[in-house]
C-alpha cells in the first residue's frame, strides 16, 4: 500500500500546526492505514516501516527562534509522535522562514532548496 501525500496548510498558528492540518493528520494517519492496535499490546504496529517522509515547513518566525527559543515544538510532535509512531524510519524536515513579506528573490531561492530534501 502506498501513502503519499502533498499538502498545502494556509493557517496563522503560534508555533504549532494550524488546526486545518491537525485536523488531516487525524483523518489520513488512522487506525488499519498507518498503524494497528494489538490486543494485549500497549503500543501499535506501526504499518509505514520502510517508507520516507519529507515535511517543508513555512514560517514568519525566526528560525532561531523557531529552533532554540521554541525548542522546535513541532518539528518534533511530527517526528516522534506522528511519523516514528507510525513506522516512517527515514524523516528529514526541511523549514523556511520569514515567508510573509519576503522578496521574490528569496521565495525563489527556498523553493529552489526544498527538493533538497527529496533524496
Not at 4 to 33: E, H, T, W, Y
Not at 38 to 58: F, N
Not at 87 to 107: H, I, N, P, Q, Y
Amino acid at each position: 500500500m502506498a501513502l503519499a501525500a502533498q499538502m498545502a496548510i494556509n493557517g496563522r498558528s503560534i508555533s504549532a500546526a494550524p488546526a486545518r492540518l491537525k485536523c488531516l493528520i487525524d483523518r489520513v494517519f488512522l487506525p488499519g492505514v498507518t498503524f494497528q492496535h494489538i490486543e494485549g499490546k500497549a503500543l501499535p504496529k506501526p504499518l509505514m516501516t520502510g517508507r520516507k517522509a519529507r515535511v517543508v515547513i513555512t514560517s514568519d518566525t525566526p528560525i532561531f527562534f523557531l529552533k532554540w527559543i521554541y525548542g522546535h515544538g513541532w518539528v518534533k510532535v511530527l517526528r516522534r509522535h506522528i511519523l516514528a509512531f507510525c513506522g516512517f524510519g527515514d524523516l528529514k524536515v526541511k523549514c523556511f522562514s520569514l515567508v510573509r513579506g519576503a522578496k521574490a528573490g528569496a521565495l525563489e531561492r527556498m523553493v529552489e532548496r526544498a527538493p533538497g530534501i527529496l533524496g
